[in-house]
């Protein structure tokens, strides 16, 4: 018995230390060198010329439209002051037609106030999304030339050393390469 025991005891020490031996060593994950970059995106739709331009055009189409609109109106408050005094005057039928008319008018103009806007944010989203599309071919070129990795927004960033900021470098080539855009229609 007792050397039953023995052997067993012997061969759990004798498993222990081959399993020790036979441990193969895990290899260290290589520590890579990433490179990267990070870009303000505010201050490049704030400095890009192409931007700027966009939203110069949007806000005078913008202020030529309500102008229009507030002509539409104006004529229309006209009309809603002549239904008023001629309110003692006419028939209660002819009136509630008149004013029946007068708001049909009204609606008309809210639907194509809105659409107008509605159709105004889309040519702007529109032409938004071609100076963007510029901005990351632009973007991609510096990267490779600076054999980047990684850009950023540098709103997505806590800390950042001017080493490795490429705004001001995005913000001239896009400058060249996109100078001015069209509000799409």
Known sequence: MKN??????????????KAQE????????????????VVDMKKILA????????????????RKHRNTFTKQEDIIRDEESEILKQKNVLSKEAYAEKVKSLGKKINELKSKQANQAKKFELSFEKSTNKIQGALVDVLSIIANKKKLNLVLAKSQVILVGNDIDLTDDA???LNKVLPKISLDK
């Open 4 to 17: 039953i025991l023995f052997l067993f005891s012997l061969s759990l020490f004798l498993f222990d230390v």
């Open 22 to 37: 036979v441990k193969p060593k895990t290899p260290q994950p290589a520590v890579s060198n990433s490179n990267i970059g």
């Open 47 to 62: 400095q890009s010329k192409a931007y700027q331009s966009l939203v110069d055009q949007f806000e005078d189409v913008r």
């Open 171 to 173: 913000i001239s080539e």
